[in-house]
């Protein structure tokens, strides 16, 4: 089956700091790429669509400029959160979905958990 | 508004029992309703629903769709502590240029005591 990864796993830095969070399609391309942020003992809200070589589509409320998104190929995206706070602290899901599937089924990550101190 | 609801939030049950978990959704353009499993980290999928009325089925776990009255159920039988999660309803409607979205609910956590 389609292995989508997350890297690192689990993150803890400084307010302040930016902290870059990786998501790559292991064995298939992913057309599209999205970015979950899901806070203790809530669902899974979608953050931003990100399109291969294009600009990432983010969901209202979502601040474009503190969450960087880069989607430099089909097997790899980048969140940033720059210059982290506290209530930034999350655990951060990505998923692809495979260029050449009839379902467009979403693949997800593992998840990276950021604390923010 | 939530545009997906689940029913109940959480549900405490015993080895053996039948637990029936629920999904409500209201969306412009639907594609496709896919239910998910989350343990400690991201969701892994169960079953995706296109079609109404046809159920699927893995082991113990089945889930049917039902698109005029806009619900979704899945039922797990003979429940095992290993079932024991957050189950995740999501919907995946047009969001316009060619893409398609989740939205998910808030899930159902279930609790199966031995």
């Known amino acids: ?117 | 508004e939530d545009k997906v609801v689940q029913s109940p939030l959480s549900l405490v049950v015993h080895e053996g029992d039948t637990v029936t978990l629920n999904c409500s959704y209201e969306v412009t353009n639907f594609r496709s309703l896919l239910w998910y499993k989350q343990e400690k980290k991201a969701p892994t999928f169960l079953f995706m629903l296109t079609s109404s009325g046809i159920e699927k089925k893995s082991g113990r776990l089945s889930s049917i769709l039902d698109k005029k009255e806009l619900f979704s159920i899945l039922n797990i039988t003979a429940t095992q502590t290993g079932d024991s999660a957050v189950y995740l309803c999501a919907v995946e409607d047009y969001s316009g240029a060619g893409s398609y979205q989740l939205t998910f609910g808030k899930g159902t956590k279930l609790s199966v005591i031995p």
Not at chain 1, 20 to 43: G, N
Not at chain 1, 98 to 117: A, I
Request: hydrophobic share 35%.
């Open chain 1, 1 to 117: 089956g389609a292995v989508v990864s997350q890297h690192p796993s689990r993150v803890i830095c400084k307010s302040g700091t930016s902290v870059k969070i990786e998501c790559r399609s292991l064995d298939f391309q992913a057309t599209t790429m999205f970015w979950y942020r899901q806070f203790p003992k809530q669902s899974l809200m979608l953050m931003a669509t990100s399109n291969e070589g294009s600009k990432a589509t983010y969901e209202q409320g979502v601040e474009k400029d503190k969450f960087l998104i880069n989607h430099a190929s089909l097997t790899l995206s980048t969140l940033t959160v720059t210059s982290a706070h506290p209530e930034d602290s999350s655990f951060y899901i990505c998923s692809a979905r495979e260029l050449l599937s009839s379902y467009n089924e979403q693949f997800f990550g593992p998840g990276t958990r950021l604390t923010v101190l």
